[in-house]
């Protein structure tokens, strides 16, 4: 049947490499219209094809939910410190957004980095308060000072498995407010 044998009048838009232009009817008001006639030019390599994850009003353990597991995933590459660009990379739009956007972000981030030094991570972050460090990489950044994800494979499978479990109850206390008590597993395998 199509849209012209049917006697639709909604406009139809078709998308190019130069842009999106109108095809066939109209849109109402005319100055919409106007826009799309005879194109609305984009250049599709500088639109942003993703969303951002998280936005300022999101929940902290939203933010847990992305931080966490690239701190998880640079104690597993060795890292000896998480700095704040680590945890920038976790937004894919990090880098068009305005900056006071960005420090109210990152003033998120930081937060769930300093519960989790307080909380579940204790033995395995702490926040670097050393000034000169601060000033010469510009930036936060926690030590790891203690990484169960190095060693033998045998270590970093129990160590992967003890941290995975510290990350859920982190999360759970992030969204609850209150510690979640989780049934242990005890290992009872010689080492």
Same mark, same amino acid.
């Given at each position: 049947?199509?849209i012209?044998?049917?006697?639709?009048t909604?406009?139809?838009?078709l998308?190019?490499?130069?842009?999106?232009?109108?095809?066939?009817?109209?849109?109402v008001p005319?100055?919409?219209?106007? /826009?799309?006639?005879?194109?609305?030019?984009?250049?599709?390599?500088?639109?942003p094809?993703?969303?951002? !994850?998280?936005?300022? =009003?999101?929940? $902290?353990w939203e933010?847990?939910?992305?931080?966490?597991?690239?701190v998880?995933?640079?104690?597993g590459?060795?890292?000896?410190?998480?700095?704040?660009?680590?945890?920038?990379?976790?937004?894919?739009?990090?880098?068009i957004?305005? !900056? =006071?956007?960005q420090?109210?972000?990152? *003033?998120?981030?930081?937060? /769930?980095m300093?519960?989790?030094?307080?909380?579940?991570?204790?033995p395995?972050l702490?926040?670097?308060?050393?000034?000169?460090a601060?000033?010469? $990489?510009?930036t936060?950044?926690w030590?790891?000072?203690?990484?169960?994800?190095?060693?033998?494979?045998d270590?970093?499978h129990?160590?992967w498995?003890?941290?995975?479990l510290l990350?859920?109850?982190? $999360?759970?206390?992030?969204? *609850?407010?209150?510690?979640v !008590?989780?049934?242990?597993?005890l290992?009872?395998r010689p080492?």
């Amino acid at each position: 049947m199509g849209i012209a044998q049917g006697g639709y009048t909604f406009p139809v838009l078709l998308a190019s490499d130069d842009g999106i232009a109108i095809h066939r009817n109209r849109f109402v008001p005319n100055e919409m219209d106007a /826009v799309f006639r005879p194109l609305l030019a984009i250049d599709w390599g500088k639109i942003p094809y993703y969303l951002f !994850p998280v936005d300022v =009003d999101s929940e $902290l353990w939203e933010f847990a939910e992305l931080v966490i597991p690239q701190v998880l995933e640079l104690m597993g590459s060795g890292e000896p410190r998480i700095l704040s660009r680590h945890l920038e990379e976790t937004i894919p739009c990090w880098g068009i957004a305005p !900056p =006071d956007y960005q420090r109210r972000l990152r *003033t998120k981030m930081y937060e /769930v980095m300093d519960q989790a030094s307080r909380r579940q991570f204790q033995p395995y972050l702490r926040e670097n308060r050393d000034q000169r460090a601060r000033q010469r $990489l510009q930036t936060r950044l926690w030590d790891i000072i203690s990484n169960p994800l190095t060693g033998s494979s045998d270590k970093r499978h129990k160590g992967w498995k003890q941290i995975t479990l510290l990350y859920k109850q982190f $999360l759970a206390f992030m969204k *609850t407010g209150r510690d979640v !008590p989780e049934q242990q597993v005890l290992d009872l395998r010689p080492e």
